[in-house]
């Protein structure tokens, strides 16, 4: 398995800032001339993930025993993805039940009847092609096989509201591969409100946001112009990263 993606970082002469929401310690603004690299960025990035970001993966892999439920979901069910929800992202679905997760997608795999007990997909068994209980062995199965321990499905990890809102898939960032519009905009102002209400940006201004499609918002969102509101767009940049784990 690995884990692959970008970093937003903001560059202002020779000092980097890494830009991502909390979760995974973020790494604290460095100057290029410090380090001894050809590629400075890279190479502190790629260090500081592979010290803390395996931590994080580790923690969620290895020593609970828990794997994320594939039927797993932060978005509830019936919502418009054109309207911010009122979620917060700790807080996961039942793809199938449409419901709060009561055991929270996290299948213990040393403790099949607890997760027999704790799964509630009995409340939506008009929705599965055999009976629930059936259901739940064979998903407790599968995912004890290792058939769904990928990437895809951990806790910590979020979707991205632009990329749902592109309907790409979806699609579940790493922690450091999120940041927020919010924190990269000065003090509030009225003005800077009603021009985002305006473009339709407003409400989603402290939802999770991928450092592509960030880096894409003046491209997306024409109307508004950033610089007046602090957001210089060319001081921005992604950087790849992969960890790879056995
Ligand atoms: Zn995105």
């Not at 739940?136 to 806790?155: I, P, R, Y």
């Not at 898939?169 to 009225?190: F, G, I, K, N, V």
């Not at 021009?195 to 407003?202: H, I, M």
Request: one cysteine or more.
């Amino acid at each position: 398995m690995h884990f692959e993606g970008t970093v937003l970082v903001e560059v202002d002469g020779n000092v980097v800032t890494p830009h991502w929401r909390g979760r995974v310690p973020r790494l604290p603004s460095f100057d290029t001339r410090s380090v001894d690299s050809d590629t400075p960025i890279e190479s502190v990035i790629e260090e500081w993930l592979e010290r803390y970001g395996r931590q994080w993966v580790n923690e969620f892999t290895g020593s609970n025993n828990k794997v994320n439920c594939p039927d797993g979901t932060l978005v509830p069910g019936d919502i418009d993805p054109g309207v911010p929800t009122t979620a917060t992202p700790d807080i996961w679905y039942c793809k199938i039940t449409g419901e709060t997760c009561p055991i929270q997608a996290l299948i213990p795999t040393d403790d099949e009847a607890a997760f027999i007990n704790g799964c509630n997909v009995e409340n939506a068994a008009e929705e599965l092609d055999r009976p629930p209980k059936r259901y739940k062995k064979d998903l407790f199965q599968a995912v004890c096989s290792g058939k769904f321990t990928g990437e895809h499905h951990m806790m910590g990890r979020e979707g991205c509201w632009r990329c749902q809102q592109k309907r790409d898939r979806e699609d579940l960032h790493d922690p450091w591969a999120l940041t927020e519009l919010y924190s990269h905009l000065e003090e509030e102002t009225m003005e800077r409100k009603i021009a985002f209400r305006q473009a339709g940006l407003e409400s989603w201004v402290g939802h999770p946001i991928c450092a592509e499609c960030f880096l894409e918002l003046p491209d997306s969102f024409p109307d508004i112009e950033f610089s007046e509101w602090g957001v210089d767009f060319d001081r921005y940049r992604t950087v790849p990263y992969r960890l790879d784990f056995d």
